[in-house]
């Protein structure tokens, strides 16, 4: 079995390359260079120095990961035939070279003798031309392993290896989901050569830029991400772990019917964060109504029905359809526009599976929030007054239906004129624009505080329920709504 040596070229002039390097190069039995397109590589020639490179692999593969995983691969296979190799890359080995990471991996993996000698990086040399102090913190990276970085990093950035247009335009792309469309970045081409170039420029510019090639480099200086961004990975992961054996008991024995009730009590737990007013509660009840979310797709994933990703791409994909004046070339005047547009599309997009036009208004919605969509619904297509005036008669209809049920006592018919003036009660909510579940949740609040009230003053002066008539208790409530109102 053979044994791999990997050394630096430099940064640019063939001084840059260290003695010990230019001794291993001189000396290799077979010389590899992960590519001839290198300042030193004239020189390397001049002195009839015979050498393979793998510039031909950049053409034959897709991507640049491709090429690397193709290189690493190839540099290690021969080693283990019994070649003993020197493997060159441009710069230090160590510096942002995907493919030594990969064939050092891979000799542990096959165990193949492998030494790096340190060299000079371009680094150094940038150091010098920008004045900057890597005691400030740098991150370097090739442009291939953008996505690898984090989205809140704190230092200044070296983005290596900027091939061409294409990788310009995607490094770009990239960095903007992060850093302001013009912040500035300085661009470094043939740096420590005699034509070096460098100069500064707005981020959103960086593809637009003459002579790109793989001697160019982006420096991006330190700066607060443009937004904090989220992740839902963490609270997922915990999820998982909660489901999987050796997780939470209770966990694990959930399913959809039994969280039913869970996630009712928490959009209501939202709502009333909301009529509070109450960020840092509703901040909390949001928390709680999301994890019963997750919750239900880590359960959906398990079962391979769908993935919380799902959940997310399918509620996106909804957005765009259904926006087509923001996402598409529809032009809208107002909100009413709006959604007429939103109702049309949604009727092309359930027509397959809904038969009537009262179809999509859940059984299981609070009665007064489905009488109130039932109703919406239906005038919809016309079945409806055209002003309240016979929605006041109906009420009035209702209620002396309900008072002749009440005179015969007969509690099924009592039970339906009730429902009777209920719903005829939230057609009049309808007319007004008022939510009646909304103002009925208002409506229970305003009582409960009063009482509230009642309770603490029969405390407070030492009464006992039993011996406070109804009319003490009216003055303490009128006390109450004098004090709230």
């Known amino acids: 079995m053979g044994e791999i040596t990997i050394v630096g070229l430099g940064p640019g002039e063939f001084g840059f390359i260290t003695l010990d390097t230019w001794d291993k190069i001189k000396q290799a039995a077979t010389l590899l260079l992960r590519t001839a397109k290198h300042p030193t590589v004239a020189e390397i020639k001049k002195r009839e120095i015979v050498f393979e490179s793998y510039d031909t692999v950049y053409t034959e593969k897709e991507t640049f990961e491709e090429v690397y995983q193709s290189i690493a691969a190839n540099v290690v296979e021969r080693a283990q035939k019994g070649e003993d ?46 004045g900057v102090d890597p005691i400030d913190g740098l991150t370097i990276i090739d442009s291939v392993d953008l996505e690898t970085l984090p989205p809140d990093l704190a230092t200044a950035l070296v983005i290596t290896q900027v091939y061409n247009q294409q990788v310009a335009s995607d490094t770009k792309l990239s960095l903007m989901e992060t850093y302001p469309d013009d912040y500035e970045i300085t661009l470094v081409r043939n740096l420590g050569l005699p034509d070096e170039v460098i100069y500064t420029l707005p981020l959103y510019e960086l593809d637009r830029q003459a002579g790109i090639d793989h001697l160019t480099s982006v420096y991006i200086p330190a700066c607060e991400a443009k937004q904090k961004r989220f992740e839902m990975k963490p609270l997922t992961d915990i999820m998982k772990i909660l489901r999987s054996p050796g997780g939470c008991p209770w966990d694990i024995e959930q399913n959809h019917q039994s969280l039913r009730r869970n996630i009712i009590e928490e959009v209501y737990e939202v709502i009333e964060a909301i009529d509070l007013e109450n960020p840092k509660l509703l901040c909390e009840e949001l928390g709680d109504l999301l994890l019963q979310i997750v919750f239900h797709a880590r359960m959906a994933e398990e079962a391979g029905s769908f993935s919380m990703q799902d959940v997310i791409d399918g509620i996106t994909e909804k957005l765009i359809r259904r926006h087509p004046h923001v996402f598409g070339d529809i032009t809208v005047k107002d909100a009413g526009e709006v959604v007429l547009n939103w109702d049309a599309i949604k009727k092309i997009e359930k027509a397959a599976e809904r038969k009537s036009v009262l179809d999509g208004v859940p059984k299981d919605l609070p009665s007064l929030m489905r009488a109130y969509k039932l109703q919406h619904k239906a005038a919809k297509v016309g079945f409806d007054w055209a002003d309240i005036g016979p929605v006041w008669d109906k009420v009035t209809e209702e209620l002396a239906e309900l008072k002749e049920a009440v005179s015969e006592k007969n509690k099924k018919h009592i039970e339906e004129e009730l429902g009777d003036l209920l719903f005829s009660i939230v057609n009049v909510s309808r007319f007004l624009k008022v939510d009646a579940e909304v103002a009925l949740t208002g409506a229970n609040y305003k009582f409960l505080t009063r009482f509230l009230y009642i309770e603490e003053q029969v405390k407070a002066k030492s009464l006992k329920w039993e011996n406070v008539d109804i009319n003490r208790l009216n003055v303490l409530w009128n006390e109450a709504k004098a004090l709230n109102s």
């Open 85 to 130: 190799i020197v493997y060159a890359v441009p710069g230090s080995p160590l510096v942002a070279e995907r493919t030594v990471v990969l064939i050092r991996d891979l000799a542990v993996e096959r165990q193949v003798k492998l030494t790096i000698l340190p060299g000079m990086s371009f680094v150094e040399v940038l150091y010098v031309k920008l």
